[in-house]
Each structure stands twice: as C-alpha cells, then as structure tokens.
RNA sequence: GCCAAAGUGGCUCAGGGGCAGAGCAGCUCACUCGUAAUGAGCAGGUCCUCGGUUCGAAUCCGAGCUUUGGCUCCA
C-alpha cells in the first residue's frame, strides 16, 4: 500500500515537473506569454497560457520537440524559499503569478522552482533533475479554453493538456486506453449500430430512438416497472407541461428560470414545459387528504423532463434537453424515514447490479450554508442517509456541504468496464416543496403534520443510462439487453423454409430474432451479425434442415455445431432470465 | 455562455479560386455458396446557412447554426 502510495507520488512529481518544462518550452516560443497555473492532474498535467495568438496542433509540435530538447538538457529543479518582495520583483510582469502570490496565507512560507531559464512560484515537490524525466514517455493531447481561476468572470487562458508516465511501456498503455473509450464512444457506436440519434435541424440536444435503440430501452423501461411493483412501489403518469403558478410555487421559476424552456402563452397564462416531475406528484398527493396509515406512498414514473442546457456543455445522450428520468417521490411520516431510505438504497443497488455494474460507491452530500429547512430534520435525514450506506457495506465520502439547498442525498457511483466513474442513483431528501406546498398527513393524535419526502432516481436518467451501458458493454449487449439476440443465416435459398419456420418459432418464445435473406454469401451474412454485436448468430444449411438443429456461432467467435433447437431456446432462456453475458 | 477546431452523398473520408471525387452502404442483374466482405452495372451531392470579395467561390473573407475537445453550469 506505501509502495502503492510512493508510486504515485513519484508520478505527480514526474506530471508536475512536466508542466514546468512545457511552461519553459511554451515561454521560449512565447517570450511575452502569460502563465497561470500548471499542476498534475489523473493521468498526466496541463498549464494554462495567456498567449498573443491561437495555438494550433502543429504548435504543440514544436512545443513537444522544444520539450525533448530541455529534458536531454540534464536540467536541475532547484527549490529556493524567497521573501514576498523578492518574489514580487522576480514576477513583476507575470500579473496571474502575482495574483497566486498574494493570495498565499501571511506567514506561509514563498517557495520557487528554477530548472535552466524558467523560474515559477511552486510549493512542489519536483524531480532532482530533467533527466529524471524521459522524454519518450509523455505526449500532449489537446488545446483547450479554461477560466482563470475557474471563474466564468474571470478571462479565458489557453490550457494545454498533456499526459506523462514513468516509461514509455506505460504511455503506450494509456494511449491504448484513450483508443479503448474511443471505440466504446457511444456516440460513434450509436451510429454504427443504428441505436439512436440526434438532428441538429429538429432541436439539439433531443434524442431519436431507433428500432433497434428502442429495444434496448424497452428491455430497461420493463425490467423497471417490474421491479418497482415487486417493491411496492405504485406508476403513475403526469402531464408534460404545467402553468406558470406551478413552477412559481415549486420555487423552479425562481431559482432555474435561465435553464427551463421558455413558456408557451395560452388563454393569457404561461405554461411551462416540465424541468421536474416532483411538483406534478405533489398534484396528485393533494387531490385528498392524507392520514398516516396511508403512509408510505411510493409513486414513481419514467417522467421525461425538458431543460434548456447551455449550447456548450451538451453532450452526445449524456448530457441532453430532453431525457427521461426514473423518478419517484416517497411520501413518508418521520418514523418510516429509516426505513424507507434503507429500502431505496438497497433497490438501487440491486437495479445497478442487475445491469452488470459490480463496483459501486456512495457518496453523500450534507447541508450546504445557502439551505432551507430546520437544523434537526437535516441532522435525522443526514443520519438516515449515512446509517443505511453503513448497513450495506459500501464505501463512501462524505462532500461536506454538498448537499442540494434542500436537502441532503446520497448519490451512487459505478464503474464501468474499463474503470471509468459514472453518477447514475441519487437519493435526495427534500425539505423544501413539501414546505411551499404546504403537504400534510392527519397523525394518529389527530394533528396535521408535514410529511418527509424522498426524491430518486435509480438509473438516473434513461437516454444517460443508456449511454453509460453502451459504452460499459461495448455496444456488445448481454442477451437479456441486445436489440437483436438471434440473427438467423440461411445459407442458401433451399433451406428459406426452414429458416422460417426457426425464426417463427423463436419468436413465439419471445425472443428478439431476424432473418437474413439477402442474395449475399454465408461469410457477408456472419460478418453483417457480428458487426452488429448480436450475442448469437444461428446457421441454416440443409443439414440443420435436415436434423432440425441449427448451428450456433457466438458472438465470441465459439461455434457448436448440430444442436437441437429445442436446446439452443432452453439455453437462450437460461442466459435471459439469468442476465448473463456471453 | 466562453476559448479553440471542424462541417463535402446514408456512413468514413480525399480534394480545393475554373466539369464534384473514392470506398462502404443503397438499387438492379448474375452467382446458391458451410463460419468475418462474390462479381458487374446503376443511382445518389444547394460541398452547413446567409452575406461579401472575384469574370468565376465548395475553396478566400465576415456573420450565424451545429458538432467536437475543454472551461463554466448541471435543481
């Protein structure tokens, strides 16, 4: 674990001394150039600039050459502490080194870093000497825009990502890995697979399912409402648009007017198209009045909700303007609290399990400063929320005041095939609609009484779920997932009949089948399934024909030839009902 | 919204001030084939949109839209 520990260490080392050499290298072909701030990041490091001029992917060319140049240079970093005065002299026309500088705490010690020409205010640590870097072991990837001090206020530097590892073997790993999310892209395997897609001339930031898309998620929408009934949860379905007077009570007008679609004017009102589904459900709670025996009511549904993102933070299905959240509200009297958040908990790590993610941590969030609600029912929830992610063993962070205004939550983690973390469960405690809508229960003692309600979304939404799947999978479904579980591949048009006659048959089992009868040979027919990652791929020649078996091809590449096809739909079944992958 | 890059047939991309190109996919015809691409032919484009420069713009310039990589934001 130390060792483990050290090798990082070493390693942030290795990207931070990297940042100061490009920095070095950036100001030689820059001699005016202003530099930010320059740190080591995952995987590697970046340095923010404020340039003269754009820069393009062949300056960063001559930027990487530059860099070789200094590390073959046998360059030492040397730490020096300096006064504030000295240092203000030593950055006099660096205005954003000079701003760090002061916004260092008084009496804390002013350290630089010199290594040849290039000198930065730096707390360090740094490797000895440049030629304990290796310069075929780093590449830098791309030239991006960030804030100065990550305000939006503030002027945009030109940031420059690199990523750098101890040897080149390693480097080599890494870009693999970058070659790995590309080809897992789901935005790329969406369009190759004929999953979904997105039409800049009918609204960005909208999502089209296609057949085979539709499958997928009619597969996912089914799974869940099953499940929900099982665990005593009741569907509802709510309108898509609601007037202005419920968005002002629900406080949404108030807080997020800027990312809600503007309104539509009808009979002199302003209608809105729905960012939440919870005041919608609060509708419902109110049609009658409530006592404490009906307690707890769990009402949930897959509520597509629209949400004016910013042009530039949408992405592909994972960040869109209309998508469809797994949500359900739970009505609950203080005493179920426990039990409820326990309940929910454990659902959704079932959902996220049943999908194929194993590794899955929680995090949870408590009261921010700019909050609404009393101290005591913030304390019991916070409490609810950290006892029931103890009870069931999973490994968590507490975000200190990271909490929603209105409550705290926890909010789950998986990781996907290749280690990358996704957001999909929340579990959020609201102390604020109940309040503006002034939500009552008659208690056993015959008082009125607020109920608690708990917001929360399992899978999170479909259209990111979705795409967290793909890329998860690989585009390659498990069987109880795939658009296309069996595609059928009659060799020639003698045994058309028979390929038929399989094919209906699988259907009447329920099974998501086609058939391709095109003119093309045998091999087209296999590669056409194959590209589409269809789990099984069933050949059809007279022998089959004549035996009444098929000939099962994997998508593995496994074949079996001659089984009955009896068989072949009991194994089918098998990996359906268990969910397994193949 | 901000910084930067890109936008050429359904897809992947080449070209680039003077006739709009390829491969794949599609369609037609032939082939009836045993585990990842049979062959031939045909069709298909307002080169993102609008404006400007020019004898002439897909190409150069400007604006807009969208996408991509980031930043900010994400109830």
Redesign the pocket.
Known sequence: MADKANAQDRLDMIRHSMAHVMAEAVLEMFPGAQIAIGPSIEDGFYYDFDLPR?L?TDDLDEITERMKNIISQDKAFERKVVTRDEARALFADQKYKLELLEAIPEGEEVSIYNQGGFTDLCRGPHVKSTKELNKDSFKLL??????WR?K?SNP?L??IYGTAWSNPKELRLYLDHLEDIKKRDH?KLG?DLDLFS?H?EAG??LVYWHPRGARIRLAIENFWREEHYKNGYEMVYTPHVGKAWLWETSG?LG??KE??YPPMKMDSTDYYAK??NCPFHIMIYQDTKHSYKDLPLRWCELGTVY?Y????????LM?VRGFTQDDAHIFCTPEQMDAEILEVLRFSLYMLRSFGFSEIKAYLSTRPEKSVGEQERWDAATEALRKAIENEGLSYEVDEGGG?FYGPKIDLKIKDAIGREWQLSTV?FDFNLPERFKLTFTDSDGSEKRPYMIHRALLGSIERFFGVLVEHYAGAFPPWLAPEQVRLVP????VTDYAKAVEARLRKEGFRVSCDFS??????K??AS??MKNPYCL?L????RDAGTV?V?YRT?K?V?GVPLEDFIAELHDAVDKKTQI
């Open positions: 754009p393009t791309s030239i991006a825009g960030a804030y990550g939006e945009m030109t940031r935005r369009q997105l800049e960005p930031g949404h807080f997020y990312s809600m960012p939440m949400r993102e910013k042009a530039g933070s949408l992405h592909g960040r929603a959020q060799v020639t048009d003698q003119s093309e040979r045998m091999n087209a296999i590669r194959q590209m050949i020649g007279e022998k089959e000939s091809r590449g074949q030839n």
